[in-house]
């Protein structure tokens, strides 16, 4: 079936917090440019929720709204970190066999078909590229050092002048992937905003590695920012004043590094219903509760509907077949947190199966079990 204009828009603004430049893709859309998408990941730990069935659901949309997409495993950028001890050779080995097998689940998971999926590993896309170390300059001429400083991690611009060198070269080779694959549409979550804008903030400076529509005029690439996953932890102050919303917001997202808080895609039945039963769900509140939040980009996304099961005494059996459904009823105190936990956790349950069984058998096991042994190490 043909998509209009207005249907692969809605498709690929769906359950997303932020496009930059959608006039421009709207634009792009009625022209019928090719849409070229990445979205690039550190190898850092397990894969959690977050950055697996979120970003993949979301993946799922540009695909079917005929959008080319293409994940970029960033070994080197994962390098300049200091992840995973630092060694390339063993991120490298990680990003192919594990964190790649885990977004093919992921992307099963959500419904979609992992054999579409194209990757590149930032060590092929550098190997003897001498296009794309002249892209990474010509982008740092066009930038001042100030604003890269601002664009590195937290942990980087909380060193200060200690900070080690090479991460001042992570931001202009992150903006500079984007421009020697010529992708229009990067995508990426919240935490990836300041580089984003940077290339666009470059894009009709740059000579060797523009970015061309069909008309042959140079143009910015769009950015679009997935949701920001809640983990399952409180807020470090309850109720949340709305001056420190956002603030809070990125300290209680998803992490791997709170592994009780997360739930990772290939976590047992068991561990599943453990985290939920301890998640932060105050009763009626809809702000900053991270359970309705994986209700909405996780749930409903997949499953379209979501069924609570409880005893007549305590009001019956509900449907939702939309989030805005829950919320209603869940902000009237019609829904009680524990019925709420119980269902959320047999829909994930569900849901993570294909990645349970991807990652129970053959060399993904293995991958998973070196990948453990790394984490504890660390």
Same mark, same amino acid.
């Given at each position: 079936?043909?998509?209009?204009?207005?249907?692969?828009?809605?498709?690929?603004?769906?359950?997303?917090?932020?496009?930059?430049?959608?006039?421009?893709?709207?634009?792009?859309?009625?022209?019928?440019?090719?849409?070229?998408?990445?979205?690039?990941?550190?190898?850092?730990?397990?894969?959690?929720?977050?950055?697996?069935?979120?970003?993949?659901? %979301?993946?799922?949309?540009?695909?079917?709204?005929?959008?080319?997409?293409?994940?970029?495993?960033?070994?080197?950028?994962?390098?300049?970190?200091?992840?995973?001890?630092?060694?390339?050779?063993?991120? %490298?080995?990680?990003?192919?066999? =594990?964190?790649?097998?885990?977004?093919?689940?992921?992307?099963?998971?959500?419904?979609?078909?992992?054999?579409?999926?194209?990757?590149?590993?930032?060590?092929?896309?550098?190997?003897?590229?001498?296009?794309?170390?002249?892209?990474?300059?010509?982008?740092?001429?066009?930038?001042?050092?100030?604003?890269?400083?601002?664009?590195?991690?937290?942990?980087?611009?909380?060193?200060?002048?200690?900070?080690?060198?090479?991460?001042?070269?992570?931001?202009?080779? /992150?903006?500079?992937?984007?421009?020697? /694959?010529?992708?229009?549409?990067?995508?990426?979550?919240?935490?990836?905003?300041?580089?984003?804008?940077?290339?666009?903030?470059?894009?009709?400076?740059?000579?060797?590695?523009?970015?061309?529509?069909?008309?042959?005029?140079?143009?910015?690439?769009?950015?679009?920012?997935?949701?920001?996953?809640?983990?399952?932890? /409180?807020p470090p102050m309850w109720p949340v004043s709305k001056d420190n919303m956002q603030e809070v917001w990125s300290a209680l997202k998803m992490s791997k590094s709170k592994p009780d808080t997360c739930i990772f895609i290939h976590d047992s039945p068991t561990e599943i219903k453990r985290k939920i039963e301890k998640a932060f769900c105050p009763e009626g509140e809809i702000e900053f509760n991270p359970v309705l939040d994986w209700c909405k980009y996780v749930v409903f996304p997949i499953?379209?509907?979501?069924?609570?099961?409880?005893?007549?005494?305590?009001?019956?059996?509900?449907?939702?077949?939309?989030?805005?459904?829950?919320?209603?009823? =869940?902000?009237?105190?019609?829904?009680?947190?524990?019925?709420?936990?119980?269902?959320?956790?047999?829909?994930?349950?569900?849901?993570?199966?294909?990645?349970?069984?991807?990652?129970?058998?053959?060399?993904?096991?293995?991958?998973?079990?070196?990948?453990?042994?790394?984490?504890?190490?660390?």
């Amino acid at each position: 079936m043909v998509m209009s204009v207005d249907e692969r828009l809605a498709l690929i603004k769906r359950n997303t917090d932020e496009i930059i430049g959608e006039e421009e893709l709207k634009e792009m859309l009625k022209r019928g440019e090719k849409l070229k998408h990445y979205i690039g990941f550190e190898i850092s730990g397990k894969v959690h929720l977050g950055t697996g069935i979120v970003c993949m659901s %979301k993946v799922k949309d540009f695909m079917e709204a005929g959008v080319d997409c293409s994940i970029f495993l960033a070994d080197w950028h994962t390098w300049i970190n200091d992840k995973l001890g630092g060694n390339p050779e063993t991120i %490298k080995k990680i990003a192919v066999g =594990y964190f790649k097998e885990a977004l093919k689940a992921s992307l099963k998971c959500s419904g979609g078909n992992p054999e579409k999926l194209k990757f590149i590993l930032g060590s092929d896309l550098y190997s003897k590229n001498d296009l794309y170390w002249t892209t990474v300059i010509e982008i740092s001429k066009h930038t001042s050092l100030s604003r890269m400083l601002r664009s590195i991690t937290i942990m980087g611009r909380e060193e200060g002048e200690a900070v080690d060198f090479a991460k001042l070269i992570y931001p202009p080779m /992150q903006v500079a992937d984007i421009f020697i /694959q010529r992708i229009n549409l990067a995508h990426g979550g919240l935490d990836q905003r300041k580089a984003q804008v940077i290339a666009r903030d470059v894009a009709l400076k740059l000579s060797f590695s523009p970015l061309i529509n069909k008309e042959g005029k140079q143009i910015k690439p769009i950015a679009i920012h997935s949701h920001l996953l809640l983990g399952l932890g /409180q807020p470090p102050m309850w109720p949340v004043s709305k001056d420190n919303m956002q603030e809070v917001w990125s300290a209680l997202k998803m992490s791997k590094s709170k592994p009780d808080t997360c739930i990772f895609i290939h976590d047992s039945p068991t561990e599943i219903k453990r985290k939920i039963e301890k998640a932060f769900c105050p009763e009626g509140e809809i702000e900053f509760n991270p359970v309705l939040d994986w209700c909405k980009y996780v749930v409903f996304p997949i499953k379209k509907r979501l069924e609570i099961i409880r005893e007549k005494k305590f009001g019956g059996n509900l449907k939702f077949d939309n989030y805005t459904e829950l919320e209603k009823i =869940y902000k009237e105190k019609k829904l009680h947190p524990l019925d709420l936990k119980k269902s959320v956790t047999e829909s994930l349950i569900e849901i993570l199966e294909p990645a349970r069984k991807h990652f129970s058998q053959g060399n993904p096991k293995q991958m998973l079990e070196e990948i453990e042994k790394l984490i504890i190490v660390q």
